[in-house]
């Protein structure tokens, strides 16, 4: 299947991570051989199982605006640089689902889910200028994967194998629930005559403690009724004494007046005090609160920055070449020094650097004739002459 045919396709994420991997994979598999290709484009590339990329057809062709190099379509001959930005064009394609056409937008706006590091190296194959590309796409493949292993997430824990059930034992046949035996029967039936004659004891002794208190209340004797007294003719009528029938004396009613009770004044409420009238406070005048001092704002402290990696690990003599400094907390203003290990660094001199981000920098060196081929070391030095971590850089004839 062309590349063509298979953008026209839906595919994860992940897919199209895979297919950016193996575009770089195959490409650098081509200059590794010495080879550098005619024509990049979608129709020029064939897709296989498993994803395998074969750019064989890109070997013949004429440069199409929107996959080709600037310098292609001046009229320059075919070259790594050139390839490495027509596979750029067909990554940014993959990533985007349209061509970027001659002049790419930045990846990071267009598809911000990406990895800054990744959408970085996806427009570093697409600068202009061939000398500010990167050499080969190792660092991009890299990339790609990593971005892979976060779109899908860890990968499941396999579960444990339940082991296997026992088999069941055969049922054992149900039968029918024991009756009481007949020995236990006695025994119930003493049990229920135990209860039995404690219920009619209890009852007995009721009725016997009962029975007494209502007949004493029956033969006790009626207390006789007093006799009347006869009147006496010559006797003046007096008052029944206070034994007789009325056991509460009642009263003689009088002509006299009953003495009215005594009216009690009701006592006059006591005038209440007039309040005392309180000071009214005097206001303390509070004194201004004293403006706050300006605080000079102090810039945050600079992230120590540390290199990771160099791309390529070896360049050639003589003439300019192009690397990439990877690391974390990279600044604009820190410079490149290449330092001696073995030999002193003459013949190599630093032309430009360019700042792309906090992991990239991209320096472009030239050589001459006169470089030992031996091992150096490249740092970046800040304005105070502090050096970061060194790494190795290969100059070979």
Not at 68 to 75: C, F, K, Q, V
Request: with cysteine; glycine share 4%; aromatic share 2%.
């Amino acid at each position: 299947m062309r590349l063509d045919a298979w953008l026209k396709q839906p595919h994860s994420p992940a897919e199209r991570l895979r297919l950016i991997e193996r575009l770089a994979q195959a490409l650098n598999t081509v200059h590794d051989r010495g080879e550098a290709l005619a024509s990049i484009a979608p129709e020029r590339v064939e897709v296989g199982g498993d994803l395998k990329i074969d750019l064989s057809p890109a070997k013949r062709g004429r440069p199409e605006p929107g996959y080709a190099a600037p310098e292609r379509l001046e009229g320059s001959e075919p070259s790594t640089a050139a390839d490495i930005y027509s596979v750029g064009s067909l990554c940014w394609e993959v990533l985007v689902g349209r061509p970027c056409g001659e002049a790419p937008k930045p990846l990071s706006e267009i598809a911000p889910e990406l990895s800054r590091e990744l959408a970085n190296s996806v427009m570093g194959c697409l600068e202009r200028s061939s000398e500010w590309r990167p050499k080969d796409l190792t660092y991009l493949a890299q990339l790609a994967a990593a971005q892979q292993k976060a779109v899908r997430g860890p990968e499941p824990e396999p579960k444990p194998k339940r082991a296997a059930p026992p088999p069941r034992a055969s049922a054992a046949p149900r039968t029918a629930p024991r009756r009481a035996s007949r020995s236990q029967l006695p025994l119930l039936l003493a049990a229920v005559l135990l209860i039995a004659a404690a219920a009619a004891s209890y009852l007995w002794l009721h009725r016997q403690q009962a029975e007494p208190s209502v007949a004493a209340r029956a033969t006790a004797p009626t207390p006789p009724a007093a006799a009347a007294p006869q009147p006496d003719p010559g006797a003046t009528a007096t008052p029944p004494p206070a034994s007789a029938a009325f056991p509460t004396p009642v009263p003689t009613v009088t002509d006299a007046k009953p003495t009215p009770a005594p009216e009690i004044a009701a006592p006059m409420a006591e005038p209440e005090p007039a309040p005392t009238p309180e000071p009214t406070p005097t206001p303390v005048p509070t004194p201004a609160a004293a403006p706050p001092e300006p605080r000079t704002a102090s810039a945050p402290p600079a992230e120590p920055a540390s290199l990771s990696t160099v791309s390529p690990l070896s360049v050639k003599r003589p003439g300019k070449v192009l690397i990439d400094i990877r690391g974390a907390g990279l600044r604009a203003d820190l410079r490149v020094r290449i330092l001696a290990l073995k030999e002193n660094p003459r013949g190599i001199a630093v032309i430009r650097q360019k700042w792309t981000s906090p992991n990239l920098v991209s320096v472009l060196l030239e050589l001459d004739s006169a470089v030992t081929p031996t091992v150096y070391a490249i740092a970046l030095e800040d304005a105070s002459g502090a050096l970061t971590n060194t790494l190795q850089l290969h100059v070979t004839k």
